[in-house]
Structure formats: C-alpha cells, structure tokens
C-alpha cells in the first residue's frame, strides 16, 4: 500500500499492515525497526565544506579577470598594485562566501523544529522518549501544547484541533478525527492525519506512526530544500556577460598590439610589457568592488523601508520579476479574523476595520438599531474565551475566530473585563467537534441565569424554536428558516465563515439543568459571517504591481471560495477569474498546466509539491519569479524561485534562511518599494557600467594607438590602475545610489535576456572615442612643445594623466541620465557625487598640482611632474569636450522627443 494513502484505509487496517495495535509495539519491535527505518530525524544531503564555498566565490569571470590583474602587476613589479587588487578579490569573495553559508542552514533550523521527545505506548504502557526513536507503528499520544513528533494516522480523537500554519501556512487550527476519507482527499483536507512538527492547540488524541524522518511531510520539504539547484540571478548573469566580452576583447586587442610590435622588429619582452599596460587599461578592477558596494547600499536603502536582502543580487531581481506568487494569509492579508457582515432580524449589516484592532464602524440600514448590534456582539463575547490585549499592536489571545467576535463586541462599545463582570460565567458546555457547538451560562444583572450559545449555523438552528427581532421573542417559523439559511448560503459562497448566535434564559435553577437540555429552546438572534481580509496597503501595491506589469498571484492552503473572495477584495480577480485547486491541479499533465499557467490569478487547498510546480511552470514560460511566504511549506518554493520573500515577522527560520529577501513588517506593500528600489538600481548599474566601460575603453584606445604609431608610453601602470580604482571607484558608487527615476514604476518590467547594454551602446562608442582622441592630442601636443625627452615624456604623460582624470570626472556628472541633460534633473539632487568628483579635483591639485601648489611626495610616487597655468587650460578644455557633447546630444534627444515627455 502507498504510503501516501493511510488517511483512506480504516483505523484498524492501519495498524495490521504497520504490524501493530492499541497496546503499542514490543520494546524489542521498537529497536529492531529502529535499525531497519533509521532514525526519526531530518538527514542532510552531502555537505560542502566552508573552505569549499569560499574557493568557489573565486570561479566569477570579474574575480577572475581581477586575479589575472594581480598575477600581471606581480610580474611587473608592482607589487603594491598587486596587493591592493587582492585586497578587493578578497573581500568579494569574502561577501559571496558569508551570504551562501548562511543559506545553507535552512536544514539544520528544520531539525530544531522537530519535538524533541514524545510519548508512545509500548507493551500497554505510557512512556515517553526522544522524538528521533519514534518508530512507524509506533502508538502516539497527543495534548494540547505538544509538538507531533512524526506522522500519524488517528486512532482517537477528543475535541482535537492542531495548528498546521508551520506546514500549510494558515493559521486558523484545523479540527482532526479518526476518520477514513476518499483516496483523492488533498493533503490540506486530510482531517484524519497528524503531520509532524504542527503543534496541537486543544483536545487530545492518539495516532499510529505510519512515516519518520525524511518520509514525513517535513523529510519531504527538507529533501526539496536540498534538490532545489539555485540559479544565477539575472544581475549575476549580466556581469558574467561583461566579464566575458571584457576578456575575448582583452586578448584580441593585446594579441594585435603585440603581433604588430614583433612584426616590426620590436623584441618580445618589450612587446609582452606593453601588452601587460594594455591588460591593466583593460580590466576595470574596481568594477566587482562597485557593483558589491553599489548593491550594498541598495540594501540599506531598502532595508530603513523594512525590506532586509540576505542576498545582494537580489535587489535587482526585484526589479525585473514579472509574477509575484504570494501566500495569503498574513501576506496579502493580516492573518487576523475579522467580522465583516451580521445577519440579523432580516438584515445585512457591514462592519468595516481589518484585524483585531477595535476601531470600526456599523452600517445600519434604516429599519436596524445599533441596540440590536450590542445584543448580537454581547451574547457572542460571552461565548468566547479568547482575550484582546493592547500591547505594541492590538493582539488576541486565543482561537482567532472568538478573537473576531470579541474585536466586534469591542467596536459595539463592550468592555469585555465589564462584561465578565457584569455577566460572570457560572458554567459551560465545551465546544465538541460531534456537537458543534459551545455554551456558556452566565448570571444577569437582574439575577436570572442566560445561556449564550455559538456554533455552526444549521445545529443552531435545529436547537432553535424561538428568533428574536427587535427586542422580541417569536416563533421561529418555516419562513424565517428559509430566509436565514439563504443568507447563510449568501455568506458562505462569498467566502465568509459563518457562525450562527442563540440564547436562552432558563427558567428553572441552573442545577436542574445538564449537557443534553440546556442547549434546547434556544432563541435563534442572527449570524456572523468573518473573513481574513485583505489588507488596505495590500490592495494599493496589487494595484502599483499592475501599472508596473507585474502580475501578482495568490497561492493559498485554504479554501477556493475565502481565496476568491479575498483575490476579488485584492483587485486580482474581476467577478469571475481563474481559480484553480491543487485537487484540480494533480488532474492535469504538465503540458495542459502550461497552457494556462499565465491565466491563473489564484490557486487554492495546495501543497508544497504544488507551489514548486507552480514556481517551475512560470519559469518555464520566462518569467522572473519572485515567491512570498512564511510557512515552512513555502521554504522550497522560495528557493526555488528566481527570489523568494520570507515574512519577517511570521515566518519560520527556515523559511528565512531559504530566501533572498525578508519583509520586517511581514507588508505586501513594502514589495513595491523593494521592486523601485531594484529596478532603480539596475538603472544605476546601467549608469555606472557606461560611465566605467566608457573610461576603460577610452585607456585602452590610448595605449593601443600609442603602440601602433610608435608613441612612447603615455600612461604608467600605476598611473592607469590610480584611475581605474580612485577616480572611476568613487563617482561610479555616487552613481550606484542615484535617485530613482519618478516613472520607474509605469513601465513594464524588463526582459530578463536583455543585455545590460541595451540603449548605451552609443555612448560606449561615441565617449570612448572622444575621450582617447582628446587625450592623445594632449599628450602628442606636449610631446612636440616639450621634446621627446625624457623630462619631456614626463610632461606629456602628467599632462594626460591630469586630461583623463579630468575628463572621467566631468563625464561622470552627464552619466546621472542618458535621456535628460544634468540641468533637468538638478545638478545638486546626488550630492554623494559631487563630494566624490569634487574630492578627486582637490587630489588632482596635489598630482600633478601646478608650480604653485604641488606634492612632490605624490608626484614622485606616481611618476609626473606639476603644470603651469597654460598647460591647466590645455587640459580642462580637452576634458570638457565630453561633459558638454553628451549634454549637448541629450538636449538635440529631448527637443526631438519633447511630444513624448510632455506627455509623461
């Protein structure tokens, strides 16, 4: 028999095929099966050993390419150069090596939430031992409080109700019982089993262990958690593409340079040395550096919104996802029940304010009082044991759906401590999962002792004779049944979870009075129809999410019709969408779900199997997805996913070690701020990619031509890796933190196969060769007024070193937009920019500085000698001629397109 179908095989014939019966295994039994099933614990897959983690940072092309720049400056002799390049290697790869240890714990947070010990019979007796010498066939015994330590078939049950949100993720307890459901039952359905690690909230029972360790529900997701193979994210994917073509470019053009040079009789370790100062103007060493810092700062950006990132790539993921699969319950809704509509004396009365807080309005019709709101909510407070109390947020101690009866009471003007005091409780029938039902009896300021009852509407109203309206007790007719129970259907196909109201007032001592006649007679007063609604900020953001094309999905464990009505609060689904159930779902072929993935607004009564398939599919179809979650059943969803969002507040440790980023607030609307912030990032990244490409390109056509046409040398290695790392380093970070754009949000969401130079081509080519024309016609310029001496060299080469500087700093300013000139977006709107351009400009005054002010220290170091007056102007009118042609192109861009941006 499969394992997976105990819940359809009766109680008894369980316990044969498990070799077993109600007096528990043999001690004898235990241990053998102990040694043929191993222990009940959660088994880790092979291990990667940390040394091996942080060896493997070193396989990404850019730390790669920043070795190569180590190994070359080595050889040269420039060993500070060296040292200072690993340096940057070792911190990257010290950052990538932190972030994936951590994720790599999921499982071990997995086995702490395992029970430590249970309790079994064993040769007829009550014993307890540790968790992980549960056996299947062992006879388990449960209570309120206690962790289940394996999965278990129930054999008996006594008002047992156990909280599965750890496993399904809602919270609402499910009530169990030791019954024999159909073969087809889904596993969220499934009443008649115990999972392990859900916590039992009330009631007793005992179960026959029939799956332990990696076979239960837990083993299962630990094995998907262990399988799931992480993928590169779309950032990653694009800085290997640059790294990539930054090497297949590197070795074509020092290859050319270098053949040319033996060609022409030059000797080859004088050709090898230029090919090592080509190398050198080719590698952008601080890029890695930049793109981590950049990332970093978009991290603590996102994480004063409440968004906390564990994985820096992440941020951009964000900013390209193009589905959104979120949980419901505490997701897009608060995860607190709340009365949304009373049914009473013939109407329908809406009540507004979400979750426990007290605040919220009635809204009457006419022909209601709001006396008949206080009557209904008093009679369901005190037929409640839950409790509100205020501390950093409103908060119900007890089962959640009392918790929305007392919120609702609280909102009539009830105080429930003058409640108790002016209605105590003098005795009660317990709510039993047979009766369906609770009572309470209290006594009445007037001395007469009434009876407050709540439970399922239909057993309400078969122990009702009498209803009351308006004050007044009638007979509860034919017609009167009618009418409620088609509002109870009206409810309930609306989502809404209804309880039915009743009372009574005895007319005898309460001592005359047991379990079976005193919930009779009852007078019927009305309905509650509760929900978990969606909240407010949630619907805002779905509504953000579609402006900015992202569609969202709700993937639930609870049922198809709270999922629709919740989706329909949401905006996700208009009176009608698609709905589909993981019951549903196991129904179809992998290629009949393909078709219709991208339809499907909300999936209901699904399991975690289905989340990953969920997840798969739209991948499948392209799309960047990004999954929220709290439970331990979206763990390997989420790391599935190109990004997966745990709740901070809600969520397990495992769901947050499995994710890429952790909402603080446990708020849908603080995802929207995080996919701004990414995708104004991956705008920055575009910014400073051309601003550093641009630059780097620019060295390289320098040092190439100068070879070709058998110039001297015009910048040192050391000079070129000052401005690789100095002058590009900082204004590229300033550029990483750059405002974001104000219709960021308006646009769809990018391809993920785009390349990162999509629209920047231009500017690659057309800046590159204006910055090494302007240079070398300095440096030629120098050249010919000083001579070709060695002094002369020197000058040429202070005099270039100073050109390029300038230039990159000037061009840096005009990279803050390719569309709009500096002046549309305010020069002063970045100030981290300014202070970085206007800190290179001051060293700039002290290397090579002027005959006036200078530092021979840094002078020698650096190899140039100061400039004069004439040679200054010289040089900032050659690095001006970028700034003022890429502004000058962006005014022509604007005037040209000035319809399109009018109309933004």
């Not at 409080?145 to 394996?150: H, L």
């Not at 890796?721 to 550029?735: F, K």
């Amino acid at each position: 028999m499969a394992n997976d179908l105990w819940h359809a095989i009766e109680a008894k014939e369980v316990m044969r095929i498990l070799g077993t019966d109600i007096q528990g295994l043999t001690i004898d039994e235990a241990k053998r099966r102990l040694e043929k099933y191993g222990p009940n614990e959660l088994q880790e897959a092979k291990k990667i050993s940390p040394l091996k983690i942080f060896f493997k940072q070193f396989k990404e092309i850019l730390i790669i390419i920043l070795l190569a720049a180590t190994l070359i400056s080595a050889l040269i002799g420039e060993i500070v150069d060296a040292i200072v390049i690993i340096a940057i290697v070792i911190a990257c790869a010290a950052l990538g090596f932190i972030q994936e240890y951590r994720a790599e714990r999921s499982l071990e947070l997995l086995k702490r939430m395992a029970a430590p010990t249970a309790t079994v019979i064993r040769e007829g007796k009550e014993m307890t031992i540790l968790a992980r010498e549960v056996v299947p066939g062992d006879i388990i015994q449960v209570k309120a409080g206690d962790k289940v330590p394996a999965d278990a078939r129930i054999i008996e049950s006594f008002n047992l109700r156990v909280n599965e949100a750890p496993l399904t993720g809602e919270s609402v307890p499910v009530e169990k019982k030791a019954v024999t459901l159909p073969s087809d039952t889904p596993l969220t359905e499934r009443l008649n089993i115990l999972a392990s690690g859900t916590i039992v909230t009330y009631g007793r029972g005992k179960g026959v262990v029939v799956r332990t360790g990696m076979n239960t529900e837990f083993g299962k997701i630990a094995g998907m958690l262990q399988t799931v193979k992480e993928e590169t994210t779309p950032l990653e994917s694009r800085m290997q593409s640059v790294g990539s073509w930054l090497i297949k470019a590197l070795f074509a053009i020092v290859g050319i340079i270098v053949l040319i040079g033996l060609i022409r009789g030059h000797e080859f370790i004088e050709m090898f040395l230029w090919g090592v100062s080509l190398a050198v103007a080719a590698v952008p060493e601080a890029l890695p550096a930049i793109v981590t810092g950049a990332l970093a700062i978009g991290v603590y950006r996102m994480a004063k919104k409440n968004a906390i990132v564990r994985r820096l790539p992440a941020v951009e993921t964000l900013g390209s996802s193009t589905v959104i699969c979120s949980d419901k319950t505490g997701t897009l809704t608060k995860g607190e029940m709340t009365v949304r509509r009373i049914y009473i004396d013939e109407q329908f009365i809406e009540v507004t304010g979400v979750g426990y807080e007290p605040f919220g309005e009635f809204h009457i019709s006419s022909s209601s009082s709001m006396d008949e709101i206080r009557f209904i909510t008093r009679i369901a407070a005190l037929c409640s044991d839950a409790r509100l109390e205020k501390g950093a947020n409103w908060q119900i101690i007890g089962d959640p759906t009392e918790g929305a009866l007392i919120v609702a009471a609280a909102k009539a003007g009830w105080s429930q401590i003058e409640l108790n005091k002016q209605y105590p409780r003098v005795g009660e029938v317990p709510f039993t999962s047979e009766r369906k039902m609770m009572s309470t009896i209290h006594s009445t300021p007037i001395g007469s002792i009434e009876v407050c009852v709540k439970g399922a509407p239909e057993v309400i109203l078969e122990k009702s004779t009498k209803i009351w309206k308006r004050g007044d007790v009638k007979r509860l007719d034919k017609d009167e049944l009618e009418k409620i129970l088609k509002a109870n259907e009206a409810m309930a196909s609306e989502g809404l979870r209804v309880l039915g109201i009743a009372y009574r007032i005895l007319d005898k001592p309460f001592e005359d009075y047991n379990e079976e006649n005193i919930e009779k007679d009852l007078i019927f007063i009305g309905l509650f129809g509760m929900i978990d609604p969606a909240r407010k900020e949630a619907v805002k953001a779905v509504e953000i999410c579609k402006q900015a094309g992202v569609k969202v999905v709700m993937v639930t464990g609870d049922h198809k019709l709270t999922a629709q009505a919740v989706a329909k609060e949401l905006g996700l689904i208009e009176s009608s969408g698609l709905v589909l159930t993981g019951a549903e779902l196991d129904k179809m072929s992998d290629e009949e779900f393909d078709k219709i993935v991208e339809d499907v607004a909300v999936y209901a009564r699904v399991s975690p199997e289905h989340k990953m398939r969920i997840v798969k599919a739209l991948k499948k179809k392209g799309h960047v997805v990004a999954m929220t979650g709290d439970g331990i059943n979206d763990a390997p969803a989420l790391k599935n996913a190109n990004i997966g969002i745990a709740m901070g507040i809600t969520g397990t440790d495992v769901t947050k070690e499995a994710s890429d980023m952790v909402l603080a607030d446990d708020n849908f609307a603080t995802i929207v701020e995080a996919i701004r912030e990414g995708r104004a990032i991956f705008d920055n990244i575009k910014k400073y990619l051309t601003f550093l490409l641009s630059c780097n390109i620019g060295e390289l056509l320098i040092m190439a031509f100068a070879s070709i046409v058998n110039l001297p040398l015009p910048l040192l290695a050391k000079q070129i890796l000052y401005v690789n790392l100095a002058t590009d380093g900082l204004p590229a970070i300033a550029l990483g933190i750059d405002p974001p754009d104000r219709f960021v949000m308006r646009r769809p969401p990018r391809d993920p196969k785009e390349s990162v130079f999509k629209g920047i081509k231009i500017w690659l080519a057309g800046i590159s060769l204006l910055f090494a024309t302007a240079c070398l016609l300095v440096f030629y310029f120098s050249l010919m007024n000083s001579g070709w001496i060695e002094e002369g060299i020197i000058k040429a080469r202070s005099m270039i070193f100073a050109t390029v500087i300038l230039f990159e700093l000037l061009f840096a300013l005009s990279c803050r937009s390719f569309q709009y000139p500096v002046y549309k977006i305010g020069f002063f709107t970045n100030k981290y920019l300014l202070m970085a351009v206007a800190g290179e400009i001051i060293l700039l005054a002290l290397f090579p500085g002027s005959l006036l002010f200078s530092s021979p220290f840094l002078n020698s170091i650096f190899g140039v000698v100061p400039l004069q007056l004439f040679e200054w102007a010289i040089v900032i009118i050659a690095a001006s001629i970028g700034f003022i042609a890429a502004e000058f192109a962006k005014i022509c861009y604007t005037y040209i397109t000035k319809r399109a941006y009018d109309a933004e």
